[in-house]
């Protein structure tokens, strides 16, 4: 019994784990929706395939930028890096950030920790305190830059200025990078060469 549910939920979630959107019901238009040449009857406008629609079409505000949260969170990093690059690229900070998080994770594409350090640099450029906590971070510990610690904690500082609890703890703690790392990270940012 226990290998049946087993293979059942594993036959479930494979669509999703290899991102086959053809079989993906959360990218299926729902049992009600029509479309013809005169438009769309009963949009299925709660879906993941209307906020794919909506970003291919050119729409970034904040609600559909938003739900890249649950499109990544979901396991679909190459749809999620699709829409917050869009996002990214209109100016959505918050969508910069992200756009590091999967290229650092090498999520929905390689990993690329020089891009990931631009995301974060073009969000602090852009005045996002998340933006300049993490661009901080990258330079304190050279994490796809260059290493410059003076430089990482001056805009550690701007961050905790615009009122970043982290920025501030970070402070607090001397600019121990441990404060902020949890243990089960720090070997990802041990320089080994």
Request: hydrophobic share 40%; aromatic share 6%; with cysteine.
């Amino acid at each position: 019994m226990k290998f049946v549910v087993l293979g059942v939920a594993v036959a479930m979630a494979g669509p999703v784990w290899a991102e086959d959107l053809t079989q993906d019901l959360a990218m299926q238009l729902g049992p009600d929706t029509e479309v013809n040449e005169q438009g769309t009857l009963n949009p299925h406008e709660m879906s993941m395939a209307q906020v794919m629609e909506s970003i291919r079409n050119g729409d970034t505000g904040m609600v559909i930028c938003s739900q890249g949260y649950l499109v990544t969170k979901s396991g679909r990093h190459e749809m999620a890096r699709e829409l917050f690059k869009s996002c990214a690229d209109h100016g959505w900070t918050g969508a910069m950030t992200w756009m590091s998080q999967l290229d650092d994770r090498g999520l929905g594409g390689p990993q690329d920790l020089e891009a990931a350090a631009d995301w974060n640099r073009k969000a602090a450029e852009a005045g996002d305190p998340v933006g300049k906590f993490n661009h901080g971070l990258d330079l304190m510990r050279g994490w796809g830059v260059a290493r410059d610690e003076a430089a990482g904690r001056a805009m550690v500082d701007e961050a905790a200025r615009d009122g970043l609890d982290v920025a501030q703890r970070l402070q607090s703690a001397e600019y121990d990078l441990d404060e902020v790392t949890p243990d089960a990270d720090e070997w990802r940012y041990l320089n080994l060469f």
